[in-house]
C-alpha cells in the first residue's frame, strides 16, 4: 500500500508577492513629467497671451484673435435668435437699440460689430456673447423700470464684451482640460481609487477654486466697466445700486451661496456700486456737464 503525501501550498507574505496576481490593485508610481509639461505650456500661454482689460488694467489670458472671436459670437448668436422668439419691431426694440448704440459709442473700443435685439421672454435676464452682439430678454423691462436702468442692463453686458470675458473663459477652459489630462497621466498607473480620489478633487478644486471665483471677478469687472459706460452716455449711474435690489426682490433670496455661485450676490453688487458711485458721479460731470 502506498503512502499518499498531501502537499500543501506554499503560503508568501504579502510583500513577496507580484502585482500581477492583484490585477485590479495597482500600486504605480506618480509621474510628474506630465505635469512639468502642462507648467511649461502654462508659462508659454503667460508669455504669448496675456492681454489687459481696458478700463480696469486687469491682466487675463486671451489666445484667440480677434477675428475668430466675432466669427464664433456671430455664430452662437444666429444659432441662439434661431431657438427664441425674437421681438421684430416696435418701440422696446427700437429703444433696446438706441440705449444699446448710446452706451457702445462711449466705449472707444474698435473691431465690434454691435448688434442688439429683443427676445419675448418671461425671464428677467440679458446676455452678450463674444464681438458684441448683445440680447434683452422682456421679463427685465418691468424690473429695470426706465431707461437708465436699462442702460444699467446692457452697460453690464456691452462691458463683458468689450473685456472679452467670452474669450478668456474659453482659454480658461482649454486651460483645465490640458491641467485635467496632465492629472490623469500622472496619477494613470496609480489604483483606481486613488485615481477617482485625485480626479475628483482636482474637478472640484478647478470649479470652485478657478472657474467660479473668475466668473464672479467678471461680473464685477463688468459691473464696474457698464457703471462708467453709463456714466459717460450720459445716463443716471444712481440706477444701477437700485436695479439691483429690484433685482433681489425678484428672485425672492432664490440663490445659492455666493461662494457657489458664478455671479456675485446682489448684497455685494449693490455694496460695491455704493464704493464706485463717487467715481462714476464724477465721470458724468466731466462727460455730461
Same mark, same amino acid.
Given at each position: 500500500?502506498?503512502? @499518499? ?6 503560503? !508568501? ?25 502642462? $507648467? ?15 478700463? @480696469? ?20 448668436? &444666429?444659432?441662439?435668435? =434661431? ?24 466705449? +472707444? /473700443? ?37 431707461? +437708465? =436702468? ?12 468689450? #473685456?472679452?470675458? $467670452? ?20 496619477? =494613470? ?12 478633487? !482636482? $474637478? ?9 471665483? !473668475? ?7 463688468? +459691473?464696474?466697466? =457698464? ?12 440706477? #444701477? ?23 456675485? /450676490? ?15 458721479? &464724477? ?7
Amino acid at each position: 500500500m502506498r503512502a @499518499t503525501v498531501r502537499v500543501r501550498p506554499i503560503s !508568501f507574505p504579502l510583500s513577496m508577492r507580484r502585482r500581477s496576481d492583484y490585477p485590479n490593485q495597482r500600486r504605480g508610481k506618480f509621474r510628474i513629467w506630465p505635469l512639468i509639461i502642462f $507648467g511649461l505650456i502654462f508659462v508659454y500661454y503667460q508669455i504669448s497671451y496675456t492681454k489687459t482689460v481696458p478700463m @480696469t488694467g486687469r491682466s487675463q489670458l486671451v489666445d484667440i484673435s480677434m477675428e475668430q472671436e466675432r466669427a464664433l459670437g456671430l455664430s452662437s448668436y &444666429k444659432e441662439m435668435l =434661431g431657438q427664441v422668439s425674437v421681438v421684430p419691431g416696435g418701440p422696446e426694440v427700437e429703444r433696446i437699440r438706441s440705449i444699446g448704440k448710446r452706451i457702445a459709442a462711449v466705449t +472707444d /473700443s474698435e473691431g465690434y460689430d454691435w448688434e442688439f435685439n429683443l427676445i419675448r421672454s418671461n425671464d428677467a435676464n440679458a446676455f452678450a456673447l463674444p464681438g458684441g452682439k448683445v440680447a434683452v430678454y422682456t421679463g427685465i423691462l418691468p424690473v429695470a423700470q426706465n431707461d +437708465d =436702468g436699462l442702460a444699467a442692463v446692457m452697460g453690464h453686458e456691452i462691458a463683458h464684451a468689450i #473685456a472679452r470675458h $467670452g474669450a478668456e473663459r474659453m482659454t480658461q477652459n482649454k486651460l483645465a482640460q490640458m491641467g485635467s489630462l496632465a492629472v490623469g497621466m500622472s496619477v =494613470g498607473d496609480m489604483d483606481i481609487q486613488t485615481r477617482r480620489m485625485v480626479m475628483a478633487a !482636482f $474637478g472640484l478644486g478647478t470649479q470652485y477654486g478657478l472657474m467660479f471665483p !473668475f466668473s464672479r471677478k467678471h461680473e464685477s469687472e463688468a +459691473d464696474y466697466m =457698464g457703471l462708467m459706460f453709463l456714466a459717460r452716455a450720459c445716463f443716471d449711474p444712481t440706477e #444701477a445700486p437700485k436695479l439691483w435690489e429690484r433685482m433681489e426682490q425678484v428672485s425672492q433670496g432664490k440663490r445659492p451661496p455666493e461662494f457657489l455661485s458664478t455671479h456675485p /450676490s446682489p448684497a455685494t453688487r449693490i455694496q460695491q456700486f455704493e464704493q464706485w458711485m463717487p467715481e462714476a458721479l &464724477k465721470v458724468r460731470q466731466e462727460h455730461c456737464g
